[in-house]
């Protein structure tokens, strides 16, 4: 057993991880960051929660793209396929859960 104190975690780059668990497959990973990611699409589904600081979530589909203002206790589901990107507002903390090797 351990306990993470997740506001205490930090990363020598953005989106460096400490990884939390692999559970059937999937990897539990907590991210720390304070650039955004790059558009991506996963091979697999993604939950992502963020926990610390906050994240423009940005979303590209059928109607254009979209963006949304994630905080702390807010998830958000990619499915397979799913074209999105993270922005955060300054630092911020997320768990992230998907299949092992995933984008």
Known sequence: MRMID????TASEAWGALDVASIDGATVRLHWTDQPYIWHVNDGEEVFVVLDGEVDMHCRGEDGETVHRMR???????GD???????PVGVARVLVV????SV
């Open 98 to 101: 998907e299949r092992a090797g």
């Open 6 to 9: 997740v506001k205490a975690f």
């Open 72 to 78: 702390p206790g807010d998830i958000f589901h990619a």
């Open 81 to 87: 396929g799913d074209e999105h990107v993270a922005h």
